[in-house]
């Protein structure tokens, strides 16, 4: 029974379909991330991946298809709910307070993790002065993990856009993620700070999070840090495989880059 828990994906998405309207967004993708995997859904504009985001976390019920969590059901849960699940997202848009340190920002995303009421920040008890401290702990601790240390207290309007993109990931380990799943971390960097910054994400899986899920345009930092990569097009499933196939596949390369390329 422990052997087959052992085997299931961490997380699982069965023919996933998303209407709106008349628009077929999303139509029958199924796809797994198993534990200790880094996996890349790509595809071009519109292709449907962040709607699969969407759907995946809560963001947005499924027409038709299931997504299991651990082996949960997550499927109509709401985003907060698979969020305490430990299944955490992060957002095109920035998570980061420009004003706030570094320090604070990660520490910020802590405080939100938590449940912490009104009552017990104004008159915090033995309980939460050990949390407060167990929050800024982590918070250095993930500050580190990221390569940040020496920009620690610096504002986040002072750092470079590199710096930025490894900030956003470290406030989404503050919710303590089993699995994370970044949408287009790398937006917005030259391909050696894309390289660096994918080296860094993949020193995170065993340690801060068991798997990532990365919705990313920049190439070569996908064929750099996937293990298998998932292919979406026109809201389908084109292609699913390791890195090296994926590039090889005609399929993929006309659907990137028109006829001329298959
Ligand atoms: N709320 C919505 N209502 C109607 N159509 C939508 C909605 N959200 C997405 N779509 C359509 O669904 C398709 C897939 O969009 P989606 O944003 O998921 O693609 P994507 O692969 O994330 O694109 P990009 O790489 O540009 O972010 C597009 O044709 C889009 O216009």
Redesign the pocket.
């Known amino acids: 029974m422990t052997a087959l828990h052992n085997t299931e994906p961490l997380l699982r998405a069965e023919n996933l379909t998303m209407r709106?309207?008349g628009?077929t967004?999303?139509k029958q993708v199924g796809f797994a991330v198993g534990p200790g995997e880094i996996v890349g859904l790509i595809?071009?504009?519109?292709?449907?991946?962040?709607?699969?985001f969407n759907m995946l976390t809560g963001f947005y019920t499924p027409t038709e298809g299931r997504v299991f969590f651990n082996g949960t059901d997550i499927t109509s849960h709401k985003p907060h709910a698979i969020a305490r699940l430990g299944l955490i997202r992060s957002f095109?848009k920035t998570n980061v307070m420009k004003r706030l340190t570094v320090f604070e920002n990660v520490l910020t995303g802590h405080y939100m993790e938590s449940r912490q009421s009104l009552l017990a920040t104004f008159f915090p008890g033995e309980k939460v002065r050990r949390a407060e401290c167990e929050a800024r702990a982590s918070a250095a601790a993930i500050v580190e993990t990221m390569g940040l240390s020496r920009r620690m207290n610096a504002p986040a309007h002072l750092l470079s856009c590199g710096e930025l993109r490894l900030l956003e990931v470290a406030v989404a380990l503050a919710a303590k993620p089993t699995l994370l799943m970044l949408d287009e971390p790398a937006a917005g960097l030259n391909s050696h700070e894309a390289m660096q910054f994918g080296e860094t994400l993949k020193t995170l899986v065993g340690k801060a999070v068991r798997s990532l899920l990365i919705?990313e345009?920049n190439m070569e930092l996908v064929m750099g840090v996937c293990d298998r990569i998932v292919v979406?097009n026109f809201?389908q499933m084109l292609a699913e495989g390791e890195p090296r196939a994926i590039l090889d596949n005609p399929k993929v390369a006309e659907a990137y880059l028109g006829k001329a390329a298959a």
């Open positions: 709106f309207g628009i967004a999303v595809g071009p504009n519109g292709a449907g991946k962040t709607t699969c095109q919705v345009h979406l809201g």
